[in-house]
């Protein structure tokens, strides 16, 4: 048995194809049938079900198991590669992310931690959702997921939280809302709302809001995306409901204006994911690494926060100043 042969098992499962797993591997089809019939023979049972042209037709039972290990020698060889090259201080490689759209911007503070100790990782960041992630996690596709802490929707794993995430009410800065901070749940359900697809994780938590104060707004617009949602209060005369992390990363939308959820206030944590009892990569250790760094620092919430008139943090000396606290955003006395 020889690593490439799982590597092409694993390719053509990915790719769901034998000519594009072939590209994948950068080796010749017949090359690559000819490697995995060699491990068949080898283990003495087929592999995938058989079936006319390069299709992919699926895995046998005996197949699925084979992945399965497949999967975990090949991201065994990959760790030990990571750790070699650790130890001589050159961790290279990709950290493949799982993250919800709502995270997007949280995410450059996190990355950059592990940028600025290992220059030569590369990023890969997938805005998945929660079934992807756990798939993604299960099968050592993924590295780490960012998302809410919640173990009914990805199971028991290894978990640390990152920061709280709150809901604000964007409404047009006009005369009406001049001198208000604030807005019950109430009300917000009487206004022309935009909001998440109601398949997405966001979307569910703020209907279950509504739903307990016996409202259920029907949205004059939905769509997959926070900015789109931001860019219609903008120019199209509708509100939304952001986390309120968007007020401050990337920053609020000329002519529109944030105000606090209350009645009920909610919010939800928010938190790094990685396989319990599997194998934690140097590169995925890093990033845990890193989190638990920025915490002991005080964390992503004094940051995030609208409100927040918490200063740069002091970051560690041992690390160069994170340029990322302040964000290039004007202070609180500029308008936004």
């Known amino acids: 048995m020889f690593l490439r042969q799982f590597n092409y098992l694993l390719a053509v499962v990915d790719e769901e194809h034998f000519g594009r797993a072939a590209e994948k591997c950068h080796v010749t089809q017949p090359s690559l049938s000819v490697g995995i019939k060699q491990l068949e023979l080898e283990l003495g049972v087929p592999v995938f079900l058989r079936g006319r042209g390069q299709r992919f037709h699926g895995l046998t039972a005996e197949g699925q198991i084979v992945a399965k290990w497949a999967r975990k020698v090949v991201g065994h060889c990959d760790a030990m590669r990571d750790e070699i090259a650790e130890m001589r201080a050159n961790l290279s490689g990709r950290l493949r992310m799982g993250a919800m759209p709502s995270m997007s911007p949280v995410l450059p503070v996190l990355l950059q931690l592990v940028r600025q100790k290992h220059p030569n990782v590369v990023m890969d960041v997938r805005f998945i959702g929660h079934d992807a992630m756990k798939v993604g996690l299960n099968n050592f596709t993924l590295d780490a997921a960012l998302t809410y802490l919640d173990e009914t929707e990805l199971g028991r794993r290894n978990t640390i939280k990152i920061y709280t995430e709150k809901s604000c009410i964007l409404v047009s800065d006009t005369p009406e809302y001049a001198n208000r901070t604030t807005m019950g749940w109430d ?150």
């Not at 007020?247 to 396989?275: F, N």
């Not at 690494?289 to 920025?294: E, I, T």
């Open 187 to 336: 009300e917000a359900a009487k206004l022309p709302l935009a909001m998440l697809r109601p398949s997405m994780h966001e979307r569910r938590f703020v209907d279950s809001v509504f739903a307990k104060i016996g409202q259920a707004p029907e949205p004059k617009l939905e769509s997959e995306s926070i900015l789109h949602l931001m860019f219609q209060v903008q120019f199209g005369g509708l509100c939304t409901i952001i986390p309120e992390h968007f007020t401050r990363m990337p920053g609020l939308h000329p002519g529109t204006k944030a105000l606090d959820l209350v009645d009920p206030i909610v919010s939800q944590d928010v938190g790094l994911y990685w396989s319990e009892g599997e194998l934690l990569t140097p590169i995925a250790s890093a990033l845990v690494a890193a989190v638990k760094n920025l915490n002991k620092r005080g964390g992503l919430d004094q940051i995030l926060s609208r409100t927040s008139n918490v200063p740069a943090p002091d970051w560690d000396a041992t690390l160069p100043p994170l340029a990322c606290p302040t964000f290039g955003l004007p202070q609180k006395s500029e308008r936004v």
